[in-house]
């Protein structure tokens, strides 16, 4: 099925960095959606956008609806060892979420 | 607020056998909810939207007879996996959209439900 283009795929990265991961794809979404999953967990939703150019933080998170309304990008700020897991992306269309291929975080202490 | 569980976490089973799992949305309702499947190191793929009061609607190449679902109620939606075979090994995970509100497609997600089928 149809999947958004998430990059990067992994992360390998020092406590205390800033991260930047974002997704693109050629259709257009109502809805960006970022999710973190940890292992043998269900996806837990960090941030919700939902007009195109919104930007939005949560906590040392912070997420952009593009202005195409084609991409999204998740910055975590000032990385710490809890912030290890699979950040997906997903976009609403049709009345189903659609998701990247994940970005999977790495935190050196 | 906006919690899904789902039971059992794990479950392992002989090949042949059918499995059923349980997806609640415990504080809210959901006229719809959607199952899941992934695989190890790989994302979510949609099986199967499941409605509240009439047929489920399953994604491309998902077998509706093997995978079972019922929206028993606005907070009870099950998948049974039929005759599972060991390639049914997976991770299942169900979601839901709180009904009220413009949620704008936000899906909240259970905590999954790991299969082993020997």
């Known amino acids: 099925g149809q999947q958004l283009n998430q990059s990067p795929q992994s992360m390998f990265i020092q406590e205390g960095e800033d991260v930047s991961m974002n997704c693109t794809s050629s259709?257009?979404?109502?809805?960006w959606l970022w999710y973190k999953q940890e292992p043998g967990e269900g996806p837990v939703l960090l941030i919700a956008?939902?007009?195109?150019?919104e930007l939005t933080s949560n906590g040392r998170l912070t997420a952009q609806f593009g202005i195409t309304r084609k991409d999204s990008f998740l910055n975590i700020s000032a990385s710490i060892p809890s912030d290890v897991g699979i950040y997906f992306c997903?976009?609403?269309?049709?009345?189903?979420?659609?998701f990247g291929q994940g970005t999977e975080l790495s935190v050196k202490p | 607020g906006a919690v899904v569980s789902q039971h059992p976490s794990r479950v392992i089973c002989k090949s042949g056998t059918s499995v059923k799992i349980e997806c609640r949305s415990l504080?809210?309702?959901?006229?719809?909810m959607f199952w899941y499947r992934q695989f190890p190191k790989q994302s979510l793929m949609l099986m199967a939207t499941s409605n509240e009061g009439s047929k489920a609607t399953y994604e491309q190449g998902v077998e509706k007879d093997k995978f079972l679902i019922n929206h028993a109620s606005l907070t009870l939606s099950t998948l049974t996996v039929t005759s599972a075979h060991p390639e049914d090994s997976s991770f299942y995970i169900c979601?839901?959209?709180?009904?009220?509100?413009?949620?704008?497609?936000?899906?909240?997600f259970g905590p999954g439900t790991r299969l082993l089928v020997l």
């Open positions: 259709s257009i979404f109502n809805t």
């Open positions: 956008l939902y007009k195109a150019g």
């Open positions: 997903a976009g609403h269309q049709g009345g189903k979420l659609i």
């Open positions: 979601s839901a959209p709180p009904t009220s509100g413009a949620f704008g497609g936000t899906q909240y």
């Open positions: 504080d809210f309702q959901a006229t719809t």
